[in-house]
């Protein structure tokens, strides 16, 4: 007798359940919106949503406690990583998380970031680089390209006048307690799915309680670039990752 | 029998803020407060506790912002130009409703200033140094025994309230050596589970903001909110203290350091035969206006005394006007003023022969 | 060769169109109406051909699309 042959019908790809619910602001094509994606499946798939405190930024993801079903910690411009190490020092066993855009990070927040990492607090931070300020209408970023229009480099950043783009990942790699450091992207799958390994390593550093981790996440900002979703991840393709190589520059 | 100890007002205060059950201090160094960063970081390693000499006095008080979300007593120290880095962090930390203990020993100013004992803080605590619609308690202490006790009280009104409770000291008294009784833990617990951060297992998420952009009058409900909780401790938490002022004629009005000299002052005028009293707030927010007020009627004149240019004089005037108390009509008691700017210290003769010649 | 079915969840969907780049198969393509946000949405118009690679889950930065995958499975009434 032949066996009849059945086809099941398998969810491979779902909606993480630490993701609320409601619909995110970010504009259509938004860097941010797919880290968001990623960090929720890791808490599902760590099982760590009920150790979880998040700390958000000032910028567009200022309200990124709210898509996520954890604990959320508001910080003042550029001092997550601060409120991250008051956090940490209360919670030790808890997991600690610093998301960031470039201008909380890089700009106000720079002693934040760089005495955080070198005291190796042991927190998680992630960092969006979308080399525009986009929550206040795209003004320059510290890590906007040379020659890069924006609403405050109106003729193009002139490296001349305000220096060139600052590389995050290499600043802190002359500090000697991060022991993570990598560079992705969300432009495409392939560079997603390696995105979603380095967030990996950065949350099991701190479940295993070892120390400081650090991944940044080069973005796409339609908005703040003037151009569609697709053509910002061509443009995170061929002038960002040229100046900000991708990679792993430290995994201890 | 509790024995005396001999330590400076910093370190009283320092070691009585470990007493209160504070386990989190960050801090940065900037004289004449040095002492208290000193102080943590050797006491805090010995009791399993945090001392962070933080990159700034910003970062500081967001360390502060993230520990007391998360539920635990914490405390930040700095002298004037760096409490006012830290203002954003205090309004932050009002609009969040979160609790913790800003030590502010002032020194002269404006700018670098100098490393002097000063009062010149005393706006920018009582109107807010920071921006929108908050208010801290503001205590001032007088004595390096008040630098403890007070900081025992500033713990409990924060967790009370969930506020910011500022110590208002300055130079003289952070560096002053006086005997002292350590104060015991108040006993007072507070329970914070149904908001602090602590992992939201077996509940659901809390989250520690204080933005609120929609809908729109959220941010006026928040806002309300605040405006009743400061009502409530305008009618409980003024403190005061008064000496001698029963019979005095003249009252002199001081706070801190200025009280103490004007206490001596008193002393002298009374064994010259003139009946000056002193009237010390304690709480500068809430200040005590009622009280002055009544206290004011039975006297010619109040003489206020000040290290700054007469920043309190304002509460004084409106306190001869306040309405809260059964006569509502308004005192027409005269103000003159001493004041001695830019870390200068009063000195006691001069405030003598000021109140000697009202009686000519 | 896997069979699968990609479901686009229409009222999610901002219409940033990253799936329709990515998908190896070119099978997406932007809705002829609009959702109730007033958005395109992308549509898959041959799941037939989908292989259930899941790049238009990956790429998707609203979680709008689930991926299924069939599965033939041997065994039936008769054993």
Redesign the interface.
């Known amino acids: 007798m032949k066996s009849e042959e059945v086809m099941e019908k398998k969810l491979v790809y779902g909606r993480p359940k630490a993701l609320a619910d409601c619909p995110m602001h970010y504009c259509p094509g938004c860097g941010h919106s797919i880290v968001h994606k990623l960090l929720a499946q890791l808490i599902d798939e760590l099982e760590i ?5 998040l ?1 958000a930024p000032v910028g567009c993801s ?2 990124a ?2 898509y ?9 411009h550029g ?1 997550a990583p ?10 030790p066993d ?2 600690i998380i610093a998301y960031q855009g470039d201008g909380d990070l890089l700009a106000i927040g720079t ?2 970031t ?2 955080a990492a070198n ?1 190796g607090e042991k927190i998680s931070v992630i960092f969006i680089n979308n080399a525009i300020y986009g929550m206040t209408g795209g003004q320059m970023a510290p890590t906007s390209l040379a020659r890069q229009k924006t609403a405050t480099s109106p003729y193009g950043r002139d490296p001349a006048d305000v220096g060139q783009p600052i590389r995050a990942c290499e600043l802190l790699n002359t500090l000697e307690a991060p022991l993570f450091i990598e560079r992705c992207a969300v432009n495409n799958v392939k560079n997603t799915i390696k995105t979603k390994r380095a967030l990996k390593k950065v949350l099991m550093n701190q479940i295993s309680g070892k120390g400081y981790s650090f991944v940044e996440i080069l973005s796409m900002c339609p908005t703040g670039w003037g151009v569609t979703p697709q053509q910002g991840a061509d443009w995170v393709e061929e002038a960002m990752i040229p100046y900000y190589p991708l990679g792993n520059i430290r995994d201890r | 029998m509790a024995e005396k100890v001999l330590m400076k007002g910093n370190e009283a205060l320092a070691e009585s803020a470990i007493i209160a059950g504070c386990r ?1 201090y ?1 801090a940065y160094p900037i004289t004449p407060q040095n002492e208290i960063p000193a102080y943590m970081a050797r006491r805090m390693p010995q009791i399993d506790g ?1 001392f ?1 000499q ?3 006095e ?3 008080i ?11 007593r ?1 405390m930040t120290s700095s002298s004037s130009p760096g409490i006012s880095l830290k203002q ?2 205090i309004s ?1 930390l009002s609009g ?1 409703g979160l609790p913790a203990v800003v030590v502010n020993i002032m020194r002269g100013g404006p700018g670098l200033g100098n490393i002097s004992g000063s009062q010149a803080d005393y706006s920018q605590a009582t109107r807010g140094g920071g921006h929108g619609d908050y208010r801290m308690i503001v205590l001032a202490p007088s004595s390096v025994q008040e630098m403890a006790n007070l900081t025992i009280k500033a713990f409990d009104l924060a967790d009370e309230y969930r506020i910011v409770v500022m110590i208002l000291g300055d130079g003289f008294l952070g560096q002053i050596s006086e005997p002292l009784t350590l104060p015991n833990p108040s006993g007072r617990s507070f329970n914070k589970a149904s908001w602090a ?6 509940r659901e ?7 609120r ?1 929609s809908p729109e009058e959220a941010l006026e409900k928040v806002n309300l909110a605040l405006q009743e909780k400061y009502r409530v401790i305008t009618e409980r938490e003024k403190r005061f203290e008064t000496y001698l002022g029963d019979d005095a004629d003249y009252l002199l009005v001081g706070f801190g350091t200025a009280a103490r000299i004007c206490k001596g002052a008193v002393n002298s005028l009374r064994r010259q035969g003139v009946k000056a009293g002193l009237f010390r707030p304690i709480s500068l927010w809430p200040f005590p206006h009622e009280e002055l007020k009544a206290a004011s009627r039975r006297v010619k004149k109040l003489l206020v005394v000040e290290m700054n240019s007469g920043q309190m004089l304002e509460d004084i005037r409106l306190a001869l006007y306040a309405s809260g108390d059964a006569d509502s009509s308004p005192s027409s008691a005269e103000i003159d003023f001493y004041g001695k700017m830019g870390g200068t210290v009063p000195q006691i003769e001069e405030i003598i022969e000021r109140v000697i010649s009202y009686e000519k | 060769m896997a069979r699968g079915n990609p479901e686009v969840d229409q009222e999610r969907c901002k219409g940033c169109e990253l799936c329709i780049g990515v998908c190896p198969e070119e099978i997406l393509k932007m809705s002829d109406t609009f959702n109730r946000q007033g958005q395109r949405y992308a549509v898959c118009f041959e799941p037939d051909r989908c292989t259930a690679c899941t790049f238009c889950a990956v790429i998707c930065p609203e979680s709008a699309i689930r991926i299924w995958r069939y599965a033939q499975v041997k065994g039936g009434k008769n054993g």
């Open positions: 949503r009920e150790k979880c405190i700390v200022v309200l406690y709210f996520f079903k954890v604990d959320g910690c508001e910080a003042a001092r601060a409120v991250a190490t008051g956090l940490k020092r209360v919670h808890k997991m002693a934040e760089v005495h005291r | 989190h960050f945090t962070i933080a990159e700034s910003i970062a500081a967001n360390m502060v912002f993230g520990a007391s979300a998360a539920g635990a914490a954003e962090g932050y969040a951060l602590t992992g939201a297992a077996g998420p809390h989250l520690v903001m204080s933005l952009l």
